[in-house]
């Protein structure tokens, strides 16, 4: 199979002005005739199925929640990066290009990132016109503030809550066009198989969560808009019913995964507190404007928050500040989260299982009074009272750092088709745009800009070349098939009877990722970790226990589906992180260290996309290699000190 | 510590529900309610019986997914989502009782779970604002004051989890349809379509079965986000003056 990246000609400015003129139109009149599957309606999803929908072609959109306003955009708080240049602070959109591939570490395409940086401009606009209350200042203009990787203000954001203002925009957008009749809603039903047919993607099998029935959909094109794999980990700040599913099993039919090992691992969310923790909950990095991170210079076991401000001075370690002179605690995430892991890993961790660093306050307080601290973080520091029980205006924050977001996904060419032609990847759910670590306020970006700006315009290209009459319906032998499959696979899960139950599985597997495949990888750790996977992959399949039948709401066999497909995907994940023997953004090989431990990438070797071959049932996955070019933006090692 | 859980089991629909008491005797004070409920599930599951459903996703209290009806109150005894309460708001040894949301029009789905789709399609009667992808002005092309974006914002945090309904002895989800016209109300971006959505949104919420409002205020007594009855006297304004004054174009004002 030969990759074709499908990136236009010309200088990197013009690319996707050109693009656009080149691509194929469908006339306004033949629109509605061609039909088009969403799946999943976050961000992405629903700014998708809103606008194929405006231009006229018939949508039908796929949501495992009771409720498009659920899916988990809607919990991310920073904000939004755009081009504006509202602050006349010297931003551009090479200036936002060039800062989101270097955030990167030089593992992202430069025409998509440059697409994303232009189209980023109209995406405020479009949310503002639809009434999304942006911060403003008094005189009535949006406000921005800044954020990590970038020495300009150019995010835009509603308090901590902009990815609920943001979803619910885009969420009253597809509720216009379900009113209008142009988008059909499927709620509480799950997609769990493509359905390809002569090499095109020709619709889905899905579940109805409450009934069990199962059903075939068939349309001109699929788009899957289905989010990021974080839950692979068991515990990360993804929702609870966060899956990889719909991508793994499109992955299965033939569309290649691209830089499965690209996770970004967040550094200020609240610890683990026991065995009975289901999530991890995230705190804004701008806490880290004003909390200094610290541990005991010599480990005391179980050191409690209320203990620690009788440490003195002279016998705290403020590592950050240690290591890194000129960044101190705003080193970026992946530098932040490795150094705490460093010194739990020495035993100098806090709190009851020494797996917490402090973020402390205390000076903050003293130099700017408490009202300035509270009118900055009030909410955090009551979200983080209510989650702990502990006061943070008194004594120091504990934190930790957890899975938040992978940059890895399904691969996608130019027009965001993946490797199955008919088949679209959107969102966190491609590879495309983030490379080895995504900036913060660049998902919300991400997302809105493939549903709004670029998949209406590259979708008409495909369906144009194909015609309206290239539809297979769903009495097609294939769809039958397809369907037996999955009733099948069902019917394994609900057999088995054993005597672990698939929580317990999924705690395993997740233990498993976060110490062999998390914050710093090594080979003999990864060969581990993947035997340990095709172990447990193996005692899953002969000894979970999921009750009850297929034909009710049965939220055991939604998540036994789920886990089956991770303990899959984990095995990948964990064979990419071994191939790529390179450190860079948030993959870390302790092979690939400088000789202070800081990340160094191997340019010459690993300046590319892996993008991977499902070859069948345990079998090993071919990579397949894009190679990275970079005509714009120099190269250098990123460095914090 | 150790807690006796009444909760409500139904298995369907259509099948007659009640109360099954447990005993979970290992509960750590650091849980939130539903880690609760999955230790619960697991314990259950172990011993052959059914687990305990319950809607749950996010789990930091924004996606508006977690519902429960805990001792008298929609979330528990804390003004915040279930997902954010903890077992230290409990005492050892107290007895909890969980019950679904109750309203005609959130029916029962199973156990906990209750269907609250009569939301999204009060939504999809007319809480949006006209406008398609592209083509919209520049975003600081139209100044709105910052106490005017401010409030519109409170309005918007709205979550959509229900409990208004629940903790209404009427069942009227007033405050949800009234922070969303709030929203597009206060916005000038809203105001071209105020009236029609105001008048299509209230009709839709009567179509699915929602009681009137009282005035009680205990929709904004139990509100995780805060959602201010404010909003409740800007909706009746609203439909008042959309109901008795008219556009311009109604009237022949066009010069026909």
């Known amino acids: ?68 306003r659920r899916a988990h955009s809607i919990a991310a708080q920073g904000g939004i990066n755009a081009a504006k240049n509202y602050q006349n602070d010297g931003d551009s959109v090479y200036r936002l290009f060039y800062d989101t591939v270097k955030g990167g570490d030089y593992r992202a395409r430069e025409a998509n990132v440059y697409r994303l940086a232009e189209v980023s401009v109209s995406i405020i606009d479009q949310c503002v016109a639809q009434g999304v209350p942006f911060a403003r200042e008094y005189g009535g203009l949006l406000a921005n503030r800044s954020f990590g990787g970038a020495q300009v203000s150019r995010t835009f954001y509603a308090r901590g809550q902009t990815g609920q203002q943001l979803l619910l925009g885009a969420y009253s957008a597809m509720n216009r ?62 929702a609870k019913n966060c899956n990889a599913t719909a991508a793994w099993r499109a992955h299965k039919k033939g569309a290649l995964f691209g830089n499965p090992c690209f996770t970004q691992i967040h550094p200020t969310c609240i610890p683990v507190s026991g065995d009975h923790q289901s999530k991890l909950t995230l705190m804004s990095e701008s806490l880290r404007n004003d909390g200094r991170v610290w541990v005991p210079k010599k480990g005391i076991k179980g050191l409690k928050a209320k203990d620690a401000v009788n440490i003195p001075e002279s016998e705290r370690d403020y590592f950050l500040e240690r290591r890194y002179p000129s960044f101190g605690n705003l080193v970026p995430r992946d530098v932040a989260s490795r150094n705490a892991k460093y010194v739990c890993d020495e035993g100098r961790g806090v709190g009851s299982s020494g797996l917490a660093v402090f973020l402390d306050f205390s000076d903050a307080i003293k130099r700017d009074g408490r009202n300035t601290i509270e009118a900055k973080y009030g909410n955090l520091f009551d979200m983080y009272k209510q989650i702990t029980g502990d006061n943070p205006y008194e004594v120091p924050m504990m934190i930790f750092p957890a899975v938040h977001y992978t940059m890895g996904g399904l691969w996608v060419d130019y027009n965001l088709m993946t490797t ?62 397809s369907m037996e499959q999955v009733q099948l696979g069902i019917k394994r899960l609900l057999d088995i009877n054993g005597n672990k139950t698939v929580d317990e599985f999924h705690r395993q597997l997740g233990h498993i990722m976060w110490e062999y495949c998390g914050m710093s990888r090594n080979e003999e750790g990864l060969k581990k970790a993947k035997k340990m996977i095709q172990d447990l992959r193996a005692e899953f399949w002969s000894n979970v226990k999921v009750l009850g039948t297929s ?26 992180a071994l191939h790529r023997s390179e450190s860079c953004g948030g993959h870390f090989r302790e092979e690939s ?49 | 510590m150790k807690v006796t859980l009444k909760i409500w089991r139904q298995k369907g629909p259509n099948e007659k529900g009640g109360f099954k008491t447990y005993q979970h005797d290992h509960v750590s004070p650091d849980m939130s309610f539903l880690e609760m409920l999955d230790v619960l599930n697991t314990n259950l599951i172990k011993k052959g019986e059914e687990p305990v459903h319950f809607d749950h996703d996010c789990r930091e209290g924004i996606c508006g997914m977690c519902s429960l009806y805990i001792n008298g109150h929609p979330h528990g005894p804390l003004q915040t ?50 406008v398609n992808t592209g083509g919209v002005p520049d975003a600081n092309e139209i100044p709105i004051p910052k106490k005017v974006a401010d409030e519109a914002f409170d309005a918007a945090t709205c979550i959509g989890c229900g409990a208004c309904v629940a903790a209404c002895k009427n069942a009227s989800a007033m405050l949800f349809v009234s922070a969303k016209v709030s929203q597009f109300a206060l916005l000038p971006q809203g105001k071209p379509e105020r009236k029609e959505r105001v008048q299509k949104m209230v009709a ?53």
């Open chain 2, 204 to 256: 839709q919420m009567d179509a699915e079965g929602f009681g009137a409002c009282t005035n009680t205020k205990a929709c904004e007594a139990e509100c995780p986000k805060g959602i201010s009855v404010t909003n409740i006297a800007r909706l009746n304004r609203e439909y008042y003056s959309a109901s008795i004054s008219s556009y311009e174009w109604q009237v022949g004002g066009g010069g026909e």
């Open chain 1, 177 to 238: 066009q379900i009113a209008n009749g142009k988008v059909k809603l499927y709620t509480r039903t799950e997609m769990l198989d493509v359905v390809v047919i002569d090499g095109k993607a020709r619709g889905i099998i899905t579940r109805d969560l409450i009934t069990g029935k199962i059903e075939a959909h068939s349309a001109h094109a699929v788009l899957l808009c289905t989010g990021g794999y974080s839950n692979v980990f068991y515990l990360s700040t993804s």
């Open chain 1, 593 to 641: 260290a400088t000789e202070d431990g800081e990340a160094k990438r191997k340019d010459d070797e690993f300046a590319f996309v892996s993008a991977w071959e499902y070859k069948g049932s345990n079998q090993a996955e071919e990579l397949h290699k894009e190679e990275l070019v970079f005509e714009n933006v120099k190269l250098t090692q990123r460095s914090y000190k």
């Open chain 1, 420 to 481: 199955v032609p008919g088949l679209y990847a959107l969102g966190e759910a491609n590879f495309s745009d983030h490379g080895a670590n995504r900036l913060g306020a660049s998902a919300l970006m991400q997302g809105l800009a493939d549903g709004y700006f670029v998949i209406p315009y590259t979708i008409g290209d495909y369906l144009a070349t194909i015609g309206w009459n290239d539809k297979v319906g769903t009495d097609h032998p294939a769809f039958k098939e």
């Open chain 1, 551 to 576: 034909t009710e709401l049965n939220a055991e066999l939604e998540k036994a589906n789920r886990v089956a497909d991770f303990l899959e995907l984990g095995e990948l994940m964990v064979d990419d």
């Open chain 1, 1 to 68: 199979m030969k990759l074709d990246s499908k990136i236009p000609a010309g200088p990197i400015a013009e690319k996707w002005t050109r693009h656009k003129f080149n691509l194929k139109l469908v006339n306004p009149a033949n629109k509605r005739k061609y039909d088009v599957i969403v799946v999943g309606t976050g961000l992405a999803g629903s700014s998708a199925a809103a606008s194929l929908a405006e231009l006229g072609y018939n949508v039908k959109a796929f949501t495992y929640h009771d409720s498009p």
């Open chain 2, 81 to 130: 989502t279930t997902c954010q309460l903890h077992m230290r708001s409990f005492k050892d040894g107290e007895t909890i009782t969980i019950e679904p949301w109750r309203a005609r029009a959130f029916p029962i789905i199973k156990d906990l779970v209750v269907d609250r789709t009569a939301f999204d399609r009060i939504q999809q009667a007319g809480g949006y604002i006209s």
